[in-house]
């Protein structure tokens, strides 16, 4: 089985900073793209960030220039550095990975159980 479980969530000041990671854990062959979601109360599931197994990376406007996306490859782990966080930023973020668990097997989509971040004005 394959397990994707974030961390670094919290409540924090408008101006503030928070770090999110998400390790992926269990039978892994390869990873291929690994991404940032979030979904606010009320609102639809938003792709946040996304970086491709060669390090290349992608935003959703509204965080581009205050947010960064990273990965350790030797450690199966994502990362979301937010700075200049906003109380629009207040959402349940998540994790998704794509990976392969055998190099036999396509790859499949898993998704971590959130983490909630909190932005207060």
């Known amino acids: 089985q394959v397990q994707l479980v974030e961390s670094g969530g919290g409540l924090v000041q408008a101006g503030g900073s928070l770090r999110l990671s998400c390790a992926a854990s269990?039978?892994?062959?390869?990873?291929?793209?690994m991404r940032w979601y979030r979904q606010a109360p009320g609102k639809q599931r938003e792709l946040v960030a996304g970086i491709t197994s060669d390090s290349s990376t992608n935003y959703v406007d509204s965080v581009k220039g205050r947010f960064t996306i990273s990965r350790d490859n030797a450690k199966n782990t994502v990362y979301l550095q937010m700075n200049s966080l906003k109380p629009e930023d207040t959402a349940v973020y998540y994790c998704n990975a794509e990976i392969r668990r055998t190099s036999i097997l396509r790859t499949y989509v898993y998704w971590g159980q959130g983490t909630q971040v909190t932005v207060s004005s």
């Open positions: 269990g039978s892994i062959f390869s990873i291929n793209d």
